[in-house]
């Protein structure tokens, strides 16, 4: 009886080790049932339903795999980013902004995750390892809502709705001192620009904003792979503005009739830009090379998420008002199965070891 007792136990024991996430896995968000969903890719079933928080809106992974973060939104009414356990498969706990309040927009970039916090018009970043928000960047522009953080962290891109803005921010750091000549006295760095010769920078360095006015309520944009362009899917005038990061202005403005678009992700080849929109039944799809339009495809009633798979092999889309993730062939360009997920939005890619 012990031995099938203890026989028993391990058996039920490899059964919740099967059954625990790993691996490639989509992260889904659920709006209505305040969950997070972690679906199996490779099967489009959902392995896991964790709660989420209240009204969550973007999620992101951790480098390592192992934690999601899911921006409590509220326009403004909720102050907490939902902590989740993937290797688990549990909520671990919530990070207490105050007195920053409507997080949204998330990037998980050198060990550390960065958020916009729209009512405060600042981006933040938390720090894992200490616990707490640890840098507080102003932005001074309405509803910074969308960020992306270059690698290294030297510069971020962020979108800003209601201003109808993209801005750029540019860390610079004091520069070296040349060596002084044998037997000469130290000569101190030069300044960066803008700043009096012998002034010292603040830890860290100093960002230098560069606002680039877009279209009306530009809201979804991605950079390019080769990190040259940011393109900017204007929801109220249905424009994309394509904006050169180089030269800090818009070189490019394309009539996309994209009214309601929410988000803009560039395909990992960098050949395609795919637009959904809150309120029309396609997914727009861009040929980058040209700016044309190549391709409508039928989704369902409207649609807000886009993630794309890291190998470029599918496309998944959050068609929020029919309770589904669209997964696009990104070879065809059509729709090759659905996931149920409730009033999906936020969407993120995970590899949980």
Known sequence: MRLSFA???????????AQTPSGPR???????????????????KVEARIPSGDDPHEVAASSDGRTAYISNY????????????????????????????????????DGKLWFTAEVNKVIGRYDPASGKVDFILGTGQNRTHMLYVFPGTRRIVTANVNSGTLLILDRVDMAAAPPPPP????????????????AILPPGGDWFPVVVPVGSRGEGFDVSPDGKEAWVANAGDGTVSIVDLAAKKVSATLNTSTKSANRLKFTPDGKHVLISMLSQPDLVVLDTATHKEIKRIP???????????????RAYVSCTPDSYVAVIDLNSLEVVGRIAAGNPDGLAWAVIP
Do not use: C, W
């Not at 989509?26 to 489009?44: C, F, G, M, Q, R």
């Not at 909720?78 to 993937?86: A, K």
């Not at 989704?299 to 092999?313: N, S, T, W």
């Open 74 to 109: 509220g326009f403004g009414q909720f102050h907490t980013i939902t902590v989740v356990d993937l290797l688990a498969a549990k909520q671990s706990r919530a990070i207490d902004l105050t007195p920053l309040r409507g997080p949204h927009g998330l990037f998980f970039a």
């Open 7 to 17: 026989a028993a136990l391990l058996t039920l024991s490899s059964l919740a080790a």
């Open 183 to 198: 037997g000469a006295m130290p000569t101190p760095p030069p300044a960066p620009p803008g700043y009096p010769q012998g």
């Open 299 to 313: 989704i369902g009633r409207g649609a807000a998420g886009v993630l794309m798979q890291p190998d470029g092999a």
């Open 26 to 44: 989509l992260l889904v968000l659920s709006k209505s049932e305040h969950t997070l969903a972690i679906v199996n890719p490779a099967t489009l």
